[in-house]
């Protein structure tokens, strides 16, 4: 007899979601399960998908203070009436029986916000028959992820599985991220870069500068030109954003770079990252042992996110220049402050997300 049929919910917002899925996707795999990775923003109304998606990514680049206010009007936490998605979540509800009936899933897993929204109303109304497991990417679990229709909450702290138990009398787990394991292979071979890695050239100590797979940042270009100036190699992860690495190229001693498929790579080469979303890149960087540095942190979620992984030591926070310089004088080193971030980091993966996901199903 076959394993569980079982229908991960992403979102191509970025990569992250991406990567997370089909993370999920491989284990699942490995353990006899068949899956199926949907994109929910195309079980939206046509175009309505790429509409929402241009709009994040052109208000987190252009218009940061909107960005925020929409965040704390949809989805920050608080009590009284405020504006939820379950408009846009209606949308897509034929779509996703459609699909639901075509694949015939003995679980459904949402690995993006609206797509718990999504799940928890039709578990709600009785529609969808199969339990949904919800798995939560981000560090600061957000109103938009919860809903009380979905079976069970997986969240990567103890904090969000607190928070998603209190808000929806749900069950709630803790896993920590879902990453690649050649991340976790990486902190065994530090200095020891992957074969289609980025050559660093020998020199300072290299840190890498993250802007997601968009280039999404506020004054990147500058913390090169600081970081450079006080001995380190800045290695720009620029994503897809081509104006962005020319720009980049141009900061004395700096390696600018665009996408690469070798992020693990990469992190066995690196002695620190520089984060602005506290999200994938960063929870990679933890499976790796690379100490991490939250500075000019996106709004909304990346504010949230770089808040609460501070909270849990997972990272250090600086507020200015001067604290950001010293937090990286600390962090290169070895000591202490490292050695003990380093360890949270590693300690944060505290269970298989798929053997919590599939419980409703055994």
Known sequence: ???PRVLLLGASMGAGHDAVCAELARRLRARGATAEICDVLTLLPPAAGPALRAFYRGTVRHAPTLYAAIYALFLSP?????????????????????????????????????AAQITGRLRTEGALSTPASVFVTDFAVHRGWLHPGNDLYVCLTERGATTARAATGRPAAVSGPVVDPSFHRAADHSGDLGATAPR?????????????????????????????????????????????????????????LGWTD?????????????????????????????????????????????????????????????????????????????????????????????????????
Do not use: I, K
């Open 262 to 362: 070798d992020m693990p790579g990469l992190m066995a080469s690196a002695r620190l990252l520089v984060d602005n979303a506290a999200g994938q890149t960063a929870a990679q960087a933890l499976a790796a042992g690379v100490p991490v540095v939250t500075w000019r942190p996106l709004p909304g979620h990346g504010l949230a996110g770089a808040r609460s992984m501070a909270a849990a030591g997972l990272t250090t926070y600086p507020r200015d220049r001067g604290e950001l310089l010293a937090a990286v004088g600390r962090l290169l080193g070895p000591g202490p402050e490292r050695t003990g971030q380093v360890e949270r980091g590693r300690g944060a993966f505290t269970a298989d997300a798929v053997d919590l996901l599939t419980r409703p199903v055994r």
């Open 78 to 114: 608080g009590d009284g009436p405020r504006p939820g998605s379950a408009p846009l979540a209606a949308t897509a509800r034929n779509r996703l029986l459609s699909r639901v009936r075509a694949f015939r899933p003995d679980l459904v897993v949402p690995a993006f916000h609206l």
């Open 200 to 256: 660093v050239p020998a020199g300072p100590p290299p840190v890498l500068l993250s802007t997601g797979a968009w280039g999404v940042g506020t004054h990147t270009v500058s913390t090169a030109r600081l970081l450079a100036g006080h001995g380190c190699r800045p290695v720009l992860l620029c994503g897809r954003d081509e104006r962005l690495r020319r720009r980049a190229a141009r900061v004395p001693g700096a390696l600018a």
């Open 1 to 3: 007899m076959g394993g």
